[in-house]
Protein backbone atom coordinates (compact mmCIF):
# COMPACT_ATOMS: atom_id res chain seq x y z
CA UNK A 1 0.00 0.00 0.00
CA UNK A 2 1.75 3.79 -0.83
CA UNK A 3 -0.23 6.88 -0.81
CA UNK A 4 0.25 10.23 -2.79
CA UNK A 5 3.66 10.62 -2.27
CA UNK A 6 4.77 7.08 -3.12
CA UNK A 7 5.36 6.24 0.71
CA UNK A 8 4.98 2.47 1.01
CA UNK A 9 3.11 2.19 4.93
CA UNK A 10 4.73 -0.20 7.04
CA UNK A 11 2.64 -3.66 7.40
CA UNK A 12 4.84 -4.33 10.74
CA UNK A 13 5.13 -2.92 13.78
CA UNK A 14 9.09 -2.70 13.06
CA UNK A 15 11.29 0.00 12.65
CA UNK A 16 14.78 0.03 11.23
CA UNK A 17 17.76 0.77 14.26
CA UNK A 18 21.23 0.41 13.69
CA UNK A 19 21.34 -1.94 11.10
CA UNK A 20 18.70 -4.49 12.29
CA UNK A 21 14.77 -4.37 12.71
CA UNK A 22 13.69 -4.11 15.88
CA UNK A 23 9.95 -4.07 17.39
CA UNK A 24 8.13 -0.58 18.07
CA UNK A 25 5.19 0.59 19.33
CA UNK A 26 2.12 1.19 17.06
CA UNK A 27 1.77 4.51 18.26
CA UNK A 28 5.89 5.13 17.44
CA UNK A 29 5.21 3.47 13.84
CA UNK A 30 2.11 5.85 13.11
CA UNK A 31 3.84 9.23 13.98
CA UNK A 32 6.64 7.95 11.69
CA UNK A 33 4.68 7.17 8.97
CA UNK A 34 2.85 10.62 9.44
CA UNK A 35 6.26 12.56 9.32
CA UNK A 36 7.86 10.65 6.46
CA UNK A 37 4.36 11.48 4.50
CA UNK A 38 4.23 15.25 5.01
CA UNK A 39 7.25 17.11 5.97
CA UNK A 40 10.31 17.87 3.83
CA UNK A 41 12.73 15.63 4.83
CA UNK A 42 15.24 17.61 6.30
CA UNK A 43 15.94 15.67 9.36
CA UNK A 44 17.42 12.57 10.29
CA UNK A 45 14.93 11.72 13.58
CA UNK A 46 15.80 10.44 16.82
CA UNK A 47 13.38 7.15 16.93
CA UNK A 48 11.59 9.01 19.74
CA UNK A 49 8.52 10.96 20.16
CA UNK A 50 8.30 12.77 23.16
CA UNK A 51 5.32 13.53 25.03
CA UNK A 52 5.81 15.42 28.30
CA UNK A 53 8.64 16.75 30.26
CA UNK A 54 9.08 17.89 33.55
CA UNK A 55 12.53 19.33 34.36
CA UNK A 56 15.41 16.97 33.41
CA UNK A 57 12.88 14.01 32.83
CA UNK A 58 10.90 13.10 29.27
CA UNK A 59 8.77 10.97 28.36
CA UNK A 60 7.93 9.65 24.78
CA UNK A 61 4.49 8.49 23.22
CA UNK A 62 4.77 4.59 25.03
CA UNK A 63 4.96 6.46 28.96
CA UNK A 64 8.57 5.20 28.69
CA UNK A 65 10.67 7.99 30.51
CA UNK A 66 14.29 9.71 30.09
CA UNK A 67 16.97 11.39 31.84
CA UNK A 68 17.30 14.13 29.16
CA UNK A 69 21.09 15.63 28.63
CA UNK A 70 20.32 17.37 25.59
CA UNK A 71 18.10 19.79 26.61
CA UNK A 72 16.53 20.84 23.28
CA UNK A 73 20.03 21.28 22.32
CA UNK A 74 20.87 23.27 25.10
CA UNK A 75 17.25 25.00 25.42
CA UNK A 76 15.41 24.33 28.10
CA UNK A 77 18.38 25.25 30.56
CA UNK A 78 15.55 25.99 33.59
CA UNK A 79 14.28 22.37 32.48
CA UNK A 80 10.76 21.24 30.88
CA UNK A 81 7.89 22.93 32.22
CA UNK A 82 9.36 25.29 34.62
CA UNK A 83 6.64 25.79 37.27
CA UNK A 84 7.48 29.30 37.29
CA UNK A 85 7.99 30.29 33.83
CA UNK A 86 4.45 28.01 33.18
CA UNK A 87 2.85 30.28 35.64
CA UNK A 88 4.26 33.54 33.81
CA UNK A 89 3.39 31.85 30.27
CA UNK A 90 0.07 31.15 31.16
CA UNK A 91 -1.00 34.94 33.21
CA UNK A 92 0.83 36.92 29.77
CA UNK A 93 -1.27 34.26 27.28
CA UNK A 94 -4.40 35.92 29.01
CA UNK A 95 -3.44 39.59 28.80
CA UNK A 96 -1.47 40.25 25.26
CA UNK A 97 1.16 38.12 22.88
CA UNK A 98 2.26 40.41 20.22
CA UNK A 99 1.93 44.30 18.89
CA UNK A 100 5.22 44.25 17.24
CA UNK A 101 8.16 46.81 17.88
CA UNK A 102 5.81 50.00 15.93
CA UNK A 103 5.11 49.96 20.03
CA UNK A 104 6.81 50.30 23.76
CA UNK A 105 6.66 46.68 24.78
CA UNK A 106 7.46 46.54 28.74
CA UNK A 107 8.26 42.67 28.97
CA UNK A 108 11.21 43.41 26.30
CA UNK A 109 11.96 46.20 27.98
CA UNK A 110 12.29 44.09 31.64
CA UNK A 111 14.45 41.65 29.92
CA UNK A 112 16.79 43.64 28.42
CA UNK A 113 17.47 45.35 31.74
CA UNK A 114 17.82 41.99 33.49
CA UNK A 115 20.08 40.56 30.65
CA UNK A 116 21.95 44.02 30.31
CA UNK A 117 22.85 43.92 34.14
CA UNK A 118 24.78 40.47 33.41
CA UNK A 119 27.50 42.12 31.28
CA UNK A 120 29.85 44.92 29.89
CA UNK A 121 27.26 45.48 27.36
CA UNK A 122 24.85 48.75 27.06
CA UNK A 123 21.72 48.03 24.53
CA UNK A 124 20.32 44.90 23.30
CA UNK A 125 18.35 44.32 20.17
CA UNK A 126 15.64 40.84 19.87
CA UNK A 127 15.19 38.90 17.35
CA UNK A 128 14.04 35.19 17.03
CA UNK A 129 16.39 32.72 16.43
CA UNK A 130 20.44 32.07 16.79
CA UNK A 131 20.86 32.65 13.14
CA UNK A 132 18.51 35.93 13.52
CA UNK A 133 20.65 36.77 16.08
CA UNK A 134 24.67 36.54 14.20
CA UNK A 135 22.83 38.17 11.16
CA UNK A 136 21.99 41.07 13.31
CA UNK A 137 25.33 41.31 15.01
CA UNK A 138 26.80 40.77 10.90
CA UNK A 139 24.61 43.88 9.83
CA UNK A 140 25.80 45.59 13.23
CA UNK A 141 28.95 45.56 12.88
CA UNK A 142 29.55 46.07 9.25
CA UNK A 143 26.87 49.21 9.33
CA UNK A 144 29.03 50.25 12.23
CA UNK A 145 32.09 50.42 10.32
CA UNK A 146 30.57 52.28 7.33
CA UNK A 147 28.57 54.62 9.01
CA UNK A 148 30.46 55.55 12.21
CA UNK A 149 33.71 54.62 11.13
CA UNK A 150 33.48 55.74 7.69
CA UNK A 151 35.48 52.56 6.80
CA UNK A 152 34.73 50.14 3.36
CA UNK A 153 35.18 47.12 5.69
CA UNK A 154 33.02 44.67 5.55
CA UNK A 155 34.51 41.33 5.82
CA UNK A 156 33.59 39.09 8.77
CA UNK A 157 36.51 36.18 9.56
CA UNK A 158 35.39 33.41 11.56
CA UNK A 159 37.36 30.09 12.35
CA UNK A 160 37.22 26.32 11.29
CA UNK A 161 35.11 24.18 12.69
CA UNK A 162 32.59 26.83 14.14
CA UNK A 163 28.52 27.16 13.54
CA UNK A 164 26.90 30.16 12.99
CA UNK A 165 23.48 29.44 11.50
CA UNK A 166 21.50 28.27 8.15
CA UNK A 167 20.50 31.41 6.94
CA UNK A 168 22.49 31.85 3.99
CA UNK A 169 24.49 34.56 5.41
CA UNK A 170 25.11 32.77 9.02
CA UNK A 171 25.94 29.53 5.94
CA UNK A 172 28.68 31.51 4.37
CA UNK A 173 30.20 32.11 7.67
CA UNK A 174 29.73 28.94 9.16
CA UNK A 175 31.63 28.10 6.29
CA UNK A 176 31.50 24.18 5.85
CA UNK A 177 31.17 23.10 2.70
CA UNK A 178 28.32 20.16 3.47
CA UNK A 179 25.89 22.10 4.89
CA UNK A 180 25.92 25.09 2.00
CA UNK A 181 25.93 22.23 -0.87
CA UNK A 182 23.54 23.24 -3.88
CA UNK A 183 22.30 26.72 -2.01
CA UNK A 184 25.33 28.92 -4.41
CA UNK A 185 25.51 31.62 -4.35
CA UNK A 186 26.01 32.76 -0.52
CA UNK A 187 26.25 36.53 0.33
CA UNK A 188 30.19 37.74 0.06
CA UNK A 189 32.59 39.16 2.72
CA UNK A 190 32.82 35.68 4.78
CA UNK A 191 36.57 34.25 5.27
CA UNK A 192 37.37 31.45 8.11
CA UNK A 193 41.20 30.63 9.59
CA UNK A 194 41.68 27.77 11.22
CA UNK A 195 40.82 28.00 15.01
CA UNK A 196 43.91 28.35 17.50
CA UNK A 197 46.34 29.63 14.44
CA UNK A 198 46.62 33.41 15.59
CA UNK A 199 49.10 34.14 12.88
CA UNK A 200 46.63 32.58 10.70
CA UNK A 201 44.47 35.33 11.84
CA UNK A 202 47.12 37.88 11.29
CA UNK A 203 47.03 37.54 7.89
CA UNK A 204 43.97 37.40 7.36
CA UNK A 205 43.25 40.55 9.21
CA UNK A 206 43.34 43.55 6.45
CA UNK A 207 42.16 47.01 5.45
CA UNK A 208 38.05 45.64 4.41
CA UNK A 209 37.53 43.46 7.97
CA UNK A 210 34.69 44.25 10.09
CA UNK A 211 35.07 41.85 12.58
CA UNK A 212 36.36 38.63 13.76
CA UNK A 213 33.02 36.61 14.99
CA UNK A 214 33.69 33.35 17.57
CA UNK A 215 32.28 30.86 19.49
CA UNK A 216 34.63 30.99 22.93
CA UNK A 217 33.54 26.95 23.01
CA UNK A 218 32.39 25.74 19.72
CA UNK A 219 29.30 23.59 20.67
CA UNK A 220 28.75 22.00 17.04
CA UNK A 221 32.32 21.71 16.01
CA UNK A 222 32.37 19.06 18.77
CA UNK A 223 32.24 21.04 21.59
CA UNK A 224 35.70 22.43 21.93
CA UNK A 225 36.75 24.93 24.56
CA UNK A 226 39.01 27.88 22.48
CA UNK A 227 42.53 28.10 24.39
CA UNK A 228 42.23 30.76 26.84
CA UNK A 229 45.80 32.38 25.13
CA UNK A 230 44.04 32.20 21.94
CA UNK A 231 41.65 33.93 22.82
CA UNK A 232 43.10 36.65 24.29
CA UNK A 233 45.33 36.94 21.40
CA UNK A 234 42.39 37.62 18.95
CA UNK A 235 41.34 40.13 20.92
CA UNK A 236 44.16 41.95 21.26
CA UNK A 237 44.62 41.96 17.87
CA UNK A 238 40.80 42.96 17.18
CA UNK A 239 41.93 45.78 19.31
CA UNK A 240 45.19 46.69 17.09
CA UNK A 241 43.84 46.60 13.78
CA UNK A 242 40.60 48.56 15.11
CA UNK A 243 37.97 45.94 14.24
CA UNK A 244 35.29 44.84 16.38
CA UNK A 245 35.11 41.37 18.06
CA UNK A 246 31.79 39.26 18.25
CA UNK A 247 31.44 36.24 20.00
CA UNK A 248 28.66 33.62 19.00
CA UNK A 249 26.83 33.09 22.91
CA UNK A 250 24.57 31.27 21.27
CA UNK A 251 24.94 27.67 22.45
CA UNK A 252 27.84 28.33 25.37
CA UNK A 253 25.91 30.99 27.01
CA UNK A 254 23.27 31.81 29.35
CA UNK A 255 24.97 30.05 32.73
CA UNK A 256 26.10 26.90 30.56
CA UNK A 257 29.43 26.93 30.89
CA UNK A 258 29.46 27.89 34.80
CA UNK A 259 29.58 31.66 33.97
CA UNK A 260 26.67 33.65 33.03
CA UNK A 261 28.33 33.93 29.74
CA UNK A 262 31.24 32.12 28.55
CA UNK A 263 33.70 35.23 27.31
CA UNK A 264 33.79 35.77 30.88
CA UNK A 265 35.82 32.69 31.38
CA UNK A 266 38.26 34.60 29.85
CA UNK A 267 37.68 38.74 31.00
CA UNK A 268 37.03 39.23 27.48
CA UNK A 269 35.28 42.32 26.58
CA UNK A 270 33.79 41.41 22.66
CA UNK A 271 31.86 44.46 21.02
CA UNK A 272 28.81 42.30 20.76
CA UNK A 273 27.35 38.95 21.85
CA UNK A 274 24.75 36.84 20.29
CA UNK A 275 22.40 34.96 22.37
CA UNK A 276 19.33 32.75 21.60
CA UNK A 277 19.10 28.74 22.81
CA UNK A 278 18.17 28.75 25.95
CA UNK A 279 16.99 32.62 26.05
CA UNK A 280 13.33 31.73 27.03
CA UNK A 281 13.55 28.60 27.85
CA UNK A 282 11.76 26.87 24.76
CA UNK A 283 10.22 29.32 22.92
CA UNK A 284 12.13 30.93 20.09
CA UNK A 285 13.65 33.88 20.81
CA UNK A 286 17.46 35.12 19.87
CA UNK A 287 19.09 38.55 21.03
CA UNK A 288 22.39 40.51 20.08
CA UNK A 289 23.89 42.83 22.85
CA UNK A 290 26.26 45.25 22.26
CA UNK A 291 28.85 48.09 23.53
CA UNK A 292 27.18 51.83 23.38
CA UNK A 293 29.78 52.69 21.00
CA UNK A 294 29.36 50.11 18.59
CA UNK A 295 25.62 50.03 18.43
CA UNK A 296 25.54 53.53 17.35
CA UNK A 297 25.47 51.64 13.97
CA UNK A 298 22.16 50.80 14.05
CA UNK A 299 19.56 54.10 13.64
CA UNK A 300 15.70 53.65 13.72
CA UNK A 301 15.04 51.75 10.36
CA UNK A 302 18.34 50.04 9.60
CA UNK A 303 17.24 46.38 11.41
CA UNK A 304 13.72 45.34 12.19
CA UNK A 305 12.07 42.09 12.72
CA UNK A 306 8.07 41.48 13.24
CA UNK A 307 8.23 39.23 16.00
CA UNK A 308 11.66 39.69 17.88
CA UNK A 309 10.66 40.78 21.18
CA UNK A 310 7.56 40.20 21.92
CA UNK A 311 4.81 40.28 24.58
CA UNK A 312 4.59 36.81 25.73
CA UNK A 313 8.39 35.50 24.24
CA UNK A 314 9.91 38.85 26.44
CA UNK A 315 7.77 37.79 29.10
CA UNK A 316 8.78 34.04 29.48
CA UNK A 317 12.58 35.48 28.81
CA UNK A 318 12.45 38.06 31.41
CA UNK A 319 11.49 35.57 34.27
CA UNK A 320 14.39 32.88 32.70
CA UNK A 321 17.13 35.76 33.21
CA UNK A 322 15.45 36.20 36.12
CA UNK A 323 15.68 32.53 37.64
CA UNK A 324 19.13 32.31 36.11
CA UNK A 325 20.39 34.96 38.22
CA UNK A 326 18.54 34.40 41.33
CA UNK A 327 18.95 30.34 41.39
CA UNK A 328 22.66 30.85 41.02
CA UNK A 329 22.35 28.55 37.47
CA UNK A 330 26.05 29.54 36.78
CA UNK A 331 27.84 27.86 39.65
CA UNK A 332 25.27 24.98 39.87
CA UNK A 333 26.62 24.60 35.93
CA UNK A 334 30.37 25.11 37.48
CA UNK A 335 29.90 22.53 40.56
CA UNK A 336 27.61 19.44 38.45
CA UNK A 337 30.12 19.93 35.19
CA UNK A 338 33.44 20.10 37.84
CA UNK A 339 31.75 16.30 39.05
CA UNK A 340 30.35 14.79 35.96
CA UNK A 341 33.94 15.82 34.02
CA UNK A 342 35.91 14.45 36.93
CA UNK A 343 33.70 11.58 37.06
CA UNK A 344 33.85 10.62 33.25
CA UNK A 345 37.39 11.18 33.81
CA UNK A 346 37.43 8.29 35.93
CA UNK A 347 35.43 6.23 33.33
CA UNK A 348 38.13 7.13 30.78
CA UNK A 349 41.14 6.15 32.80
CA UNK A 350 39.21 2.80 33.60
CA UNK A 351 38.27 2.48 29.56
CA UNK A 352 41.24 4.14 27.85
CA UNK A 353 40.51 2.63 24.78
CA UNK A 354 37.19 3.45 24.07
CA UNK A 355 37.23 6.99 25.49
CA UNK A 356 39.35 9.19 23.41
CA UNK A 357 38.74 12.71 25.45
CA UNK A 358 36.66 14.35 27.31
CA UNK A 359 36.10 18.18 27.76
CA UNK A 360 34.12 20.64 27.80
CA UNK A 361 33.23 23.70 30.88
CA UNK A 362 30.47 23.33 33.03
CA UNK A 363 27.15 21.52 31.35
CA UNK A 364 28.61 21.50 28.19
CA UNK A 365 30.57 18.23 27.78
CA UNK A 366 31.76 16.30 24.50
CA UNK A 367 32.80 12.44 24.87
CA UNK A 368 35.20 11.64 22.91
CA UNK A 369 34.64 7.94 21.81
CA UNK A 370 37.56 6.15 20.18
CA UNK A 371 35.48 4.52 17.12
CA UNK A 372 31.97 5.46 15.75
CA UNK A 373 29.80 5.91 18.84
CA UNK A 374 26.12 4.79 16.89
CA UNK A 375 25.73 2.01 19.01
CA UNK A 376 27.00 3.58 22.58
CA UNK A 377 24.42 6.47 21.67
CA UNK A 378 21.92 4.22 20.75
CA UNK A 379 22.34 2.12 23.95
CA UNK A 380 22.13 4.75 26.54
CA UNK A 381 18.65 5.58 23.87
CA UNK A 382 17.51 2.14 25.39
CA UNK A 383 18.62 2.60 28.74
CA UNK A 384 17.03 5.89 28.77
CA UNK A 385 19.39 8.44 28.33
CA UNK A 386 19.27 11.06 25.53
CA UNK A 387 22.59 12.94 24.79
CA UNK A 388 23.51 13.89 21.08
CA UNK A 389 25.77 12.38 18.99
CA UNK A 390 28.03 14.76 17.63
CA UNK A 391 30.44 13.67 14.49
CA UNK A 392 29.47 10.16 15.07
CA UNK A 393 32.23 9.89 17.70
CA UNK A 394 31.45 12.35 19.98
CA UNK A 395 28.73 12.34 22.85
CA UNK A 396 27.49 15.53 23.66
CA UNK A 397 25.68 16.45 26.99
CA UNK A 398 24.09 19.87 26.96
CA UNK A 399 21.79 19.04 30.13
CA UNK A 400 19.18 21.39 31.39
CA UNK A 401 21.06 23.30 34.04
CA UNK A 402 18.52 22.01 36.72
CA UNK A 403 19.49 18.26 36.80
CA UNK A 404 19.82 16.38 40.00
CA UNK A 405 23.45 14.81 40.45
CA UNK A 406 21.96 11.79 41.12
CA UNK A 407 21.21 11.71 37.08
CA UNK A 408 24.57 12.96 36.18
CA UNK A 409 25.78 9.65 38.10
CA UNK A 410 23.72 7.48 36.57
CA UNK A 411 24.21 8.61 33.10
CA UNK A 412 28.44 8.09 33.25
CA UNK A 413 27.39 4.51 35.05
CA UNK A 414 24.84 3.55 32.28
CA UNK A 415 27.52 5.04 29.80
CA UNK A 416 29.80 2.62 31.32
CA UNK A 417 26.92 -0.22 31.15
CA UNK A 418 27.54 0.70 27.47
CA UNK A 419 30.83 0.54 27.00
CA UNK A 420 31.05 -3.34 27.77
CA UNK A 421 28.32 -4.04 25.80
CA UNK A 422 30.10 -2.85 23.12
CA UNK A 423 33.49 -2.98 24.34
CA UNK A 424 34.82 -5.77 21.53
CA UNK A 425 35.05 -2.77 19.17
CA UNK A 426 38.02 -1.26 21.25
CA UNK A 427 40.41 -4.02 21.74
C1 LIG B 1 22.33 26.74 17.35
C2 LIG B 1 23.36 27.75 17.06
C3 LIG B 1 23.14 28.79 16.13
C4 LIG B 1 21.89 28.86 15.30
O1 LIG B 1 20.75 29.02 16.09
P1 LIG B 1 19.30 28.79 15.41
O2 LIG B 1 18.36 29.22 16.50
O3 LIG B 1 19.20 27.35 15.08
O4 LIG B 1 19.24 29.65 14.22
C5 LIG B 1 24.11 29.74 15.99
N1 LIG B 1 25.27 29.69 16.68
C6 LIG B 1 25.52 28.71 17.56
C7 LIG B 1 26.81 28.71 18.31
C8 LIG B 1 24.59 27.70 17.76
O5 LIG B 1 24.86 26.70 18.61
Redesign the pocket.
Known amino acids: MSDKHGIKKALTGKIRKNGRYVVASQAFISVKEREEALLCRTYGRYPLALERGKGARLWDIDGKAYVDLLAG??VAGLGHCHEELCLVAREQAGRLWHVSNLFYQNNQLDLAERLLSTSHHARAFFCN????A?EAAIKLARRYMSRVKKRDAAEIITLGDC????TLA?LAATGRAEMSEGFAPLPEGFSQVEAGDIQALEKAVGPHTAAVLL?AVQ??GGVVPLDAGYLHGVEALCRERDILFIC?E???GLCRTGKFWAFQHYDLKPDII?V??SLANGLPM?AILATEEVSAGFGPGSHATTFGGGELTSAVAAKTVEILLRDKMAERAAALGRHVKLALEGLRARHPDAIREVRGLGLMLGIEIAANAREIWEDLLERGFICNLSHEKILRLLPPLVIEQDDLDAFVAALEQSLLNVSQKFR
Open positions: IASGAENFHGRTEGEDVQCSAKG
